[in-house]
């Protein structure tokens, strides 16, 4: 992850978000974050624990936040709901190294405005943050998912219909609990 240059700031408008929120357990990833955040003149709190975060939304009132998906305990999604409720017009990026087309739906659905994979440098977060409409002139890949990617998206979307139950999701699937927690433990391929 870059931290930047304040100049490369220079090519992204007057920010609407002004103070951010980072929840992430990786406390050396929040405080890289933190800082490039700070040097382009955001205010940051950071927040290490999901049991915690609602607490410190509470207080702190962020404007967005940059919220990772797999954390012990809850997952980020889960907090999506909770942190809206408390700021219906927060912005939530949710951030991981784990994507998945079905989290990134869920996620979507459920009111975050953007979805982005790990290693995201603080200017994309910012970019997509303060986007207000989606961009028609996306690129579309044609590039076909290979059979072990596949797979990863179909386990990603039996886990999120289980709300995250490996046991429920393994018998779903037909294989045995750990055999998922095995699949689970090993980073998806990319394509």
Known sequence: MSDGNTEN???IDTPSV???????????FCRVLS?????????VCTVHDTADTITVAEKYLPDAVVLDLRMPGISGLELITPLRNIIPDIRILVLTGYASIATAIEAIKLGAVYYLTKP???DEIIARLNEH????AAPVKNDLLSARRLE???????????NGNISAAARCLGI????LQRKLNKRPVRH
């Open 120 to 122: 995201a440098d603080a």
């Open 9 to 11: 700031s220079a090519d």
């Open 35 to 43: 800082t490039a955040f700070s040097r382009r003149g955001f205010r």
């Open 133 to 136: 409409n989606g961009n028609p």
């Open 176 to 179: 045995h609990r750990r055999s």
């Open 18 to 28: 002004s103070n951010i929120m980072v929840v992430d357990d990786d406390i050396t």
């Open 152 to 162: 990863w998206e179909h386990i990603s979307k039996v886990l999120v219909t289980c």
